[in-house]
């Protein structure tokens, strides 16, 4: 059999193809929050999105490493069902761990915002 991808053409390729990050993560309840940490190490908090829509919380990052040409991204969406006070949720990102608050508010209204991340 024909091998048509010599090794040469697939280290070209997947040097240029973005890594897919994958993260453990904790989620805990508590009476009045919702609490879910992330392991994110490497990424600078300027990298990482993190925004609420419609009881959906989206959690993206993307780094390009301009030395190596290499690009690594992340993109997980929780759902959540109870209602948020989206006002008062906020993340922080230390030591490669995202924590992200949700407080629990009954007869939240969910418009959807966008959630500043803070170091």
């Known amino acids: ?31 009045n929050e919702f609490v879910l940490t992330l392991e994110m190490p490497g990424f600078d908090p300027a990298d990482i999105s993190v925004a609420w829509d419609s009881g959906v919380l989206n959690i993206g990052a ?12 992340f993109h997980r969406r929780f759902r959540f069902p109870k209602e948020i006070d989206e006002e008062d949720a906020y993340a922080e990102y230390n030591n490669g761990i995202l924590e992200v608050t949700l407080p629990v508010t009954e007869g939240a209204v969910a418009a959807g915002r966008e959630i500043p991340v803070e170091s």
């Open 1 to 31: 059999m024909t091998n048509f991808l010599t090794p040469s053409e697939t280290q070209h390729r997947s040097a240029n193809m973005p890594t897919v990050f994958d993260s453990d993560f904790e989620l805990y309840e508590g009476d």
């Open 62 to 73: 993307q780094q390009t490493n301009e030395e190596r040409g290499r690009e690594r991204t």
